[in-house]
């Protein structure tokens, strides 16, 4: 079959176009001839190797031991496992290959891809293979970090800073359809899209900082990360709660080594003494997960704008796309 190929950590233009073997298939697991997978950051962290401690998270230290990157796809089962229980072949389906970290390869960009039942979803009728394959990470990220119960509730004031990528898009639907009133932070471009997302309020970052701006919000949930946590305190409520993401900027606002990690266990450390911090131990399973997100699609609550294309020949042109933060929308391979 045809798939991307990762011979080595290293710059994006490594990525080349080969002939492999087709992946084996667990008892556990399902061959999904993939449709469509989904760019999104993880991948870009995992092909170039940044920041270094990820490869000793599972990656593999001197090169990936997944040579196939991407984890999100969509598709249609081919073949399933002697203890698959859920799926048959011909079922359209939706999903995450990857069992544990994110930040790892897992095999979607290819023609065909195993994935782990757990991981899977019957992908909604309204949604393309194209939309489906854009929900999982961003999805789980979202659904795992944003404040549920008496945090988030009918009135609440939620602001998402970087709103307009993945996980803030999903992130202002979510808090949304919880009927909280959303501010939605991001560059001016994508301001038109975060408003038909269901933002009543939006921010140009360039033009307006939201922790000067004297508003209080129960919610920040702050994807981006350009922001200090006690910058963002100021725009905290006394019982508010601050959820901090850790996109890095493909790079360019964490170090080599250690990336955003030292701030992830910074934070982690004053949610003990911190009611403005709130540490997950216990996060749902996958499958939980995932039949939330297709609830909500179904709902009309839940909503993808895909906002280009590439077959996998282009793959290289498709993260770049990603790597510029200009796309207004989500960035999808399509085999």
Not at 43 to 69: C, D, E, I, N
Not at 171 to 198: F, H, I, M, P
Request: proline fraction near 4%.
């Amino acid at each position: 079959m045809r798939a991307v190929v990762q011979d080595r950590y290293g710059p994006v233009e490594d990525l080349v176009v080969r002939e492999v073997t087709f992946p084996t298939v667990a008892d556990d697991e399902v061959l999904v001839q993939v449709h469509a997978a989904s760019v999104h950051p993880d991948v870009w962290h995992v092909v170039t190797g940044r920041p270094h401690v990820l490869r000793v998270m599972g990656s593999g230290l001197r090169r990936p031991r997944q040579r196939v990157p991407g984890t999100d796809v969509a598709g249609v089962v081919t073949a399933v496992g002697r203890r698959v229980e859920l799926f048959q072949q011909g079922d359209e389906v939706f999903g995450e290959t990857l069992r544990g970290l994110q930040w790892r390869n897992g095999g979607a960009y290819a023609e065909y891809a195993a994935v782990p039942e757990q991981n899977l979803a019957l992908k909604p009728d309204s949604l393309s293979f194209d939309k489906a394959a854009c929900l999982p990470t961003a999805g789980l990220i979202a659904l795992n970090n944003l404040p549920t119960g008496s945090r988030l509730r009918q009135g609440s004031r939620v602001l998402v800073n970087g709103a307009g990528g993945g996980v803030g898009s999903i992130a202002v639907q979510l808090a949304k359809a919880a009927g909280a009133s959303v501010t939605a932070v991001d560059d001016a471009s994508k301001l038109e899209l975060l408003r038909y997302l269901g933002a009543e309020h939006v921010i140009d970052y360039r033009e307006q900082d939201f922790a000067e701006g004297g508003v209080r919000y129960d919610v920040v949930f702050d994807v981006i990360g350009n922001h200090t946590f006690a910058q963002c305190r100021r725009a905290l409520t006394r019982d508010g709660t601050y959820v901090w993401i850790g996109h890095d900027g493909f790079g360019r606002s964490a170090g080599k080594r250690w990336g955003s990690l030292p701030r992830a266990v910074g934070l982690m450390a004053r949610s003990a003494v911190s009611k403005n911090l709130e540490a997950h131990f216990k996060l749902p399973s996958k499958s939980e997960s995932m039949a939330r997100l297709c609830g909500l699609v179904e709902a009309g609550q839940l909503t993808v704008v895909v906002a280009a294309t590439y077959p996998l020949e282009r793959v290289v042109e498709a993260i770049h796309h990603l790597e510029r933060g200009t796309a207004v929308g989500r960035i999808v391979l399509t085999v």
